[in-house]
């Protein structure tokens, strides 16, 4: 069971709008950046969002990043089916002194 | 361009020992802390240990500590984790990676290299 709670999956039509969420705890989320990453299928992982609301270069605006609080939210508009991948949050666990990933939500473009 | 090659994945016995090592290359690797982050057969992301661009601070994830040990050699662009005493649990997709989650997130992602631990 992973400390960052995920949805496991998450589903949208084309064009659609959709979000994913992360919750944690005042010892990870609540007082350390968050980071989100997208892993196609058969591929490594990838930076999406860093503190919090950042883009790197290259990611296209569609991708937005919130937090509040405890949790965290993964906005995605004008859905792509190139955007069917697996969709992971990441952060700092300052009690624990180690990193976290969310379990993963899969994220299906109908 | 960066980029980070992972290898010394394979197959080893349970309690056996095998060294990962990740080669950098595109950027001054000395100025970045770095990481190995691991994925079991379709699972999620696990990390698995966080070293700085010195050496200087290390952390582990408590499913490793005493086990594995993280190094690099900034003379030679590259990342090392050493893994003893593995366990069927240990099987994974393991990633080098670049940056922290602590702030800029983890930028850079090798391929991964497989370690499979089984008799």
């Known amino acids: 069971q992973s400390v960052l709670t995920q949805p496991p999956s998450v589903s949208a039509a084309p064009g659609q709008k959709v979000t994913i969420s992360c919750s944690g705890s005042?010892?990870?989320?609540?007082?350390?950046?968050v980071s989100w990453y997208q892993q196609l299928p058969g591929t490594a992982p990838k930076l999406l969002i860093y503190?919090?609301?950042k883009r790197p270069s290259g990611i296209p605006d569609r991708f937005s990043g919130s937090k509040s609080g405890t949790s965290a939210t993964l906005g995605i508009t004008g859905l792509q089916t190139g955007d069917e991948a697996d969709y992971y949050c990441?952060?700092?666990?300052?009690?624990?002194?180690?990193?976290?990933f969310g379990g993963g939500t899969k994220l299906t473009v109908l | 361009e960066v980029q980070l090659v992972e290898s010394g994945g394979g197959l080893v016995q349970p309690g056996g020992s095998l060294r990962l090592s990740c080669a950098a290359s595109?950027?001054?690797?000395?100025?970045?802390?770095m990481n190995w982050v691991r994925q079991a057969p379709g699972k999620g992301l696990e990390w698995v240990s966080y070293?700085?661009?010195?050496?200087?601070?290390?952390y582990y994830a408590d499913s490793v500590k005493g086990r594995f040990t993280i190094s690099r050699d900034n003379a030679k662009n590259s990342l090392y984790l050493q893994m003893n005493s593995l366990r069927a649990e240990d099987t994974a997709v393991y990633y080098c990676?670049?940056?922290?989650?602590?702030?800029?997130?983890?930028?850079?992602w090798g391929q991964g290299t497989l370690v499979t631990v089984s008799s």
């Open positions: 990676a670049r940056g922290t989650v602590v702030t800029r997130g983890v930028d850079y």
């Open positions: 595109g950027f001054t690797f000395s100025s970045y802390e």
């Open positions: 070293i700085s661009s010195s050496g200087s601070t290390i």
């Open positions: 005042s010892s990870n989320i609540g007082n350390n950046y």
């Open positions: 503190d919090n609301n």
């Open positions: 990441g952060t700092w666990d300052s009690s624990l002194s180690a990193g976290l």
